[in-house]
């Protein structure tokens, strides 16, 4: 497949990846008038029909909880800092899904997310088990890519460091995804204004890195000046993003935009690189590409959890899970092919 067939599919891919963000309004579920009252009558009586809330200002038998409810909840709900408001979304939300349900109706979003259903306090179950999958593939691949390096090429015989030119920047890239991952699976759990931003920052942070990553290879730049040169605008960009996320505004469909962007720009110059290069293990980075690609679909055409618990942003994360897999397979490669390119020339 030609290089310029990936680029237009990567062109009609964004170019309906922000059609869709551009009609992104409020969620239809927390403006249903039914759903509001639900939720303030919630809050001033600690309860939704006969389900009654220990953290809410009254307990279930009716007398003032004067303790604070972190106090009231069992341990293993402590951590997650479910509180009055949050229990009466949750609890509003399921009655009025049920109703609609009866009407016929298909479910909507509820503060900008699908109406899940929990599971031991966890807000999405199986993101969070998929997110887990995901960093446990990442630790598992930096791993592997970590003893092909140091115990199974050759190292240099004066400094004992690798031959391998960008074996630094792949130990940077594989720490960042495990720690996006994690971040992940922590939000996905519960969803408060920290793990969010957490969650948004470690995405922007890898998403970033993995452009400045995809220049350097792509390129091949080995000159330490010249790659301080790339990444330092890139570095600069990815930390103003950041802060402006974190300190001043959650800017949900600029941060898509940004993400869209450093995302296909990335995909675009592997894609480029693999139709122009001879390397053994491009057919890799190919199906890499091009399902990661159509993997991001799933992020657009998006659908409402079935069963309440597996929705189109869970199955984007189950497809990362053999894609991470190849990815790594594909490093690993390049560091042999690299090792052996670089030993024969020096013979």
Known sequence: MGADRVFMALVVFVAAFFCVVGSIHASAGDADPHYR?????????????DSCFRNC???SDGVTADRPWYMQEPLYLQWKQWDCRSDCRYHCMLEREKERERLGQRPVKYHGKWPFKRVFGIQEPVS???SVLNL?????GWLSFFVLLYYKLPLRPQTRKTYYEFTGLWHIYGLLSMNSWFWSAV??????????????????????????LAIL???NVRDEASRVMVSAP???????HILYLNFYQLDYGLNMKVCVVMGLAQLLLWAFWAGLTRHPSRFKLWVVV???????????YDFPPYEGYVDAHALWHATTIPLTYLWWSFIKDDADFRTSSLIKKAK
């Not at 639900?38 to 001033?44: A, G, I, L």
């Not at 890139?234 to 103003?240: C, D, G, K, M, S």
């Not at 091009?290 to 657009?300: N, P, R, Y």
């Open 37 to 49: 009252t639900c939720v303030e009558q919630c809050e001033k009586t600690g309860c939704v029909g």
């Open 57 to 59: 200002k009254l307990s």
């Open 128 to 130: 969070v088990a998929l």
């Open 136 to 140: 446990a593939m990442q630790f598992h």
């Open 187 to 212: 939000f996905h759990s519960r969803d408060v204004d920290l793990t969010e931003k957490l969650d948004y920052s470690s995405a922007v942070a890898l998403l970033g890195y993995s452009l400045i």
């Open 217 to 219: 290879r792509t390129f």
């Open 234 to 240: 890139l570095i600069a960009f990815v930390t103003t």
């Open 290 to 300: 091009l399902a990661g690609g159509l993997a991001m679909l799933l992020e657009i």
